[in-house]
């Protein structure tokens, strides 16, 4: 099946075909899921400056994503990426 081969995605009966629910990196099929986004810290840089260097830090906080049911790799959905 061409879905999960991409190297013949140009063949003429994959014309058109959304990949959206295949997985980029093993090309598994990709289910709804859960992950943990990074969350971020900072501190001004200067005294009174709007400067502010982040750094990973915080709780995280649960997103909804795709995740891969054959080897896990997770793909956030859309509107997660704030």
Do not use: W
Request: with cysteine.
């Amino acid at each position: 099946m061409c879905a999960y081969r991409p190297a013949v995605a140009d063949s003429a009966d994959c014309v058109g075909m959304v990949m959206d629910n295949i997985c980029r990196k093993c090309f598994g099929k990709m289910k709804p899921g859960k992950a943990i986004q990074q969350t971020y810290t900072g501190y001004p840089d200067f005294p009174n400056c709007a400067v502010v260097t982040l750094s990973p830090g915080g709780p995280g906080r649960l997103v909804d994503c795709d995740k891969c049911e054959k080897c896990g790799h997770s793909v956030a959905t859309e509107g997660d990426g704030e």
